[in-house]
Structure formats: C-alpha cells, structure tokens
C-alpha cells in the first residue's frame, strides 16, 4: 500500500483520505451500519487517515467503522466554532463520540474566512492549548481561500493545510485554480502537509471524474486528497486509481454517469435567507420568497443545509 509523508506531522498516510461528510445527515443519510462498511472497506484497502468535523454528524460512522479494526488509523476532525468554549466542546464531543484520547489533526475550520487567525484568533488559541494538553496531535487549516493557504503556510503552528481545489476552481473564493496550485506548492515546501478537497467540486465534475482526480493528485505539494465515497465499489475503484494499478473501466463509466444535486423542500421555505447568508459561492437566491440554487455555481458543499433552520435542504 502506498504511503506519503503529510508534511512534518510524522503521519504516513495513503494517498486517498476518506472524506466522511458525503454519508451524513447532511448529504446522502446512509444508515451507520452501511456508511461504515464502506469507510471500513476503505481501511481494509489500505486508507489510513478519515476526515470528518464537527459538522458534519459522521462520527458514528468512523465509530463503528473502527470497531475491532486491527489497523492504525488516523483522525482528522475540525471546529467551525467562533469562540474557544464551544471549540474545546467540539474538540472533547470528537474524543468522545470516537473513543479516543487524542485526535491526530484538528483544523480551523475556516473555509470561508479570509484571515481565520485573526478571525478565530481565541479558537485557535483554544486549539494550541488543547494540542499542549495532548488532545490534539497536530492542528491544521481548512480553507476555500488562496489567501487562506497562504497564511497557514506562513503560521508556524499549523502543521497541516486541508485547501479546496479542483481543475475549473470552482468555489476557490479569491482566485484560480492556477493561484492556488501555486499557493499549495509554496505552502508544501514550507514543510506543510497539504490533502486536498473538493477534486470533483462536490460532485459537478463526476462525469469527468478520473481526469479530475488525476489534475488535482498530480499537483505539486498535494499529498493526499480527501474524497468522499459513497459504496463499496467506488472505494475500491478509487484505490486503484491512487495505487495506479489498472482500473476497470466499466466501473469508472458507471460512477461517472452519477448525478448529484442540491434539494430545497420549497413548499416548506420560510423565506428567511439564512442559507443565502451561508453561501460564500453566490449559488442561492429568494425567488418569489423561496430560495431557489443556481446549479452551475454550487460545488454541494452542504454549508446552507446546516444553515437552513427548517432543515429544508440536503445534497441528494
Ligand atoms: S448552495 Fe449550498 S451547497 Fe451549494 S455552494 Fe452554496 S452553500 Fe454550498
Ligand atoms: S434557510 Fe431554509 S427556510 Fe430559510 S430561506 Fe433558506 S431554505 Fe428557506
């Protein structure tokens, strides 16, 4: 099984990262018992590091999908909260839910913040502590911002950068995919570890999938990428692809035809604009008092479905 080193962190992982949010409440809503046979075929295969975040609602899937699992495996989770009390929560609810006594990286969830250390400034400083105390191995960013990448490069205590990019940039909020491939290489040779998301821009690219997984794991500085998979067989097929063994085309032409979108239950909408707010990609309007998406700007990031107070919408 392949391995690379994820910057200075001292993790050796494989280069597919699990990316857990796809199976939650928030997107398809598998039962645990099926999302976790998927990330446990994935472990089997040989994927060593699980993404999640508070979130996200997976914990009970890696929960179970751990059990009685021999292997090491690592654990990536993230707060979005705006003051140190509710990180520290997010932090010690993440120990729990998983049964651990440290997780391996925990990011600044700051997708959507343009200076995350002066924006978060006393979560991050929550997070160095909670690292002294041994509940957090490494501490890491999360970012839809070039600038984001930029600045994490530049910050001494993150050790891990988890940036969005993919080959048309979409939802990358301050520029190119160019800049920021140029941005994760600095950031990388800075000692930085780098595993990507959004290679498929949740989904838009699918029907181009395995040359959209190729642009992004080619990049220079990207070490890993985190997809999210949602069977057995796209596991497999996507372990293949990443061990560079060869791939059964038939597979690949099957997941490739997959559609995936965003649902709003309109006849419910209140009209309140709360997802509009939560939408950094402009991809949401009020169109006779209900949002409405525009589909070719939204990459299913599922920010608005957290938003929605009426729970109204879900990647599907
Ligand atoms: S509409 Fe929702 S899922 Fe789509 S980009 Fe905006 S926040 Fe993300
Ligand atoms: S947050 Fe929910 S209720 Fe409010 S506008 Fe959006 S979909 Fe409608």
Redesign the pocket.
């Known amino acids: 099984m392949k391995r690379v080193s994820l910057g200075r962190t001292g993790l050796a992982i494989h280069p597919l990262v699990f990316g857990s949010l796809p199976l939650g409440p928030l997107q398809a809503n598998l039962s645990v018992a099926a999302g976790a046979r998927i990330i446990r075929t994935a472990l089997e295969s040989g994927v060593n590091l699980i993404d999640t975040a508070a979130l996200y609602q997976t914990y009970p899937y890696l929960r179970t999908a751990l059990e009685g699992f021999a292997g090491t495996v690592h654990l990536a989770s993230k707060t979005h909260a705006s003051d140190g009390m509710t990180a520290r929560q997010h932090v010690e609810a993440a120990l729990r839910a998983l049964g651990r006594e440290q997780l391996d990286i925990v990011h600044l969830h700051g997708a959507r913040l343009v200076d995350p250390f002066v924006e978060r400034a006393e979560v991050f400083d929550t997070l160095r502590q909670m690292q002294q105390e041994g509940k957090i191995a490494h501490l890491g960013l999360s970012t839809h911002y070039i600038v984001g990448v930029e600045k994490a490069a530049a910050e001494p205590d993150i050790a891990v950068i988890h940036p969005l990019i993919n080959r048309n940039g979409m939802g990358i909020l301050d520029g190119s995919a160019r800049q920021m491939a140029t941005a994760i290489a600095a950031a990388a040779a800075a000692g930085k570890g780098v595993y990507a998301m959004k290679a498929l821009a949740?989904g838009n690219l699918i029907s181009d999938a395995r040359a959209s997984l190729d642009y992004v794991r080619q990049l220079p500085g990207v070490q890993a990428l985190a997809v999210g998979m949602l069977s057995e067989d796209e596991v497999l097929a996507n372990i293949a692809l990443f061990e560079e063994d060869p791939v059964d085309d038939q597979v690949w032409t099957q997941l490739q035809s997959r559609q995936r979108r965003?649902q709003i239950m309109e006849q419910f909408c209140k009209g309140c604009g709360q997802?509009l707010t939560?939408?950094t990609?402009q991809?949401?309007a009020l169109k006779n008092g209900v949002a409405q998406?525009e589909e070719e700007?939204?990459?299913?990031?599922?920010?608005?479905?957290v938003a929605c107070p009426e729970f109204l919408?879900r990647?599907v």
């Not at 700007?297 to 920010?303: A, F, S, T, V």
């Open positions: 949740g965003l997802c939560a939408c990609n991809a949401l998406v700007k939204c990459i299913l990031c599922g920010y608005c479905a919408i990647v």
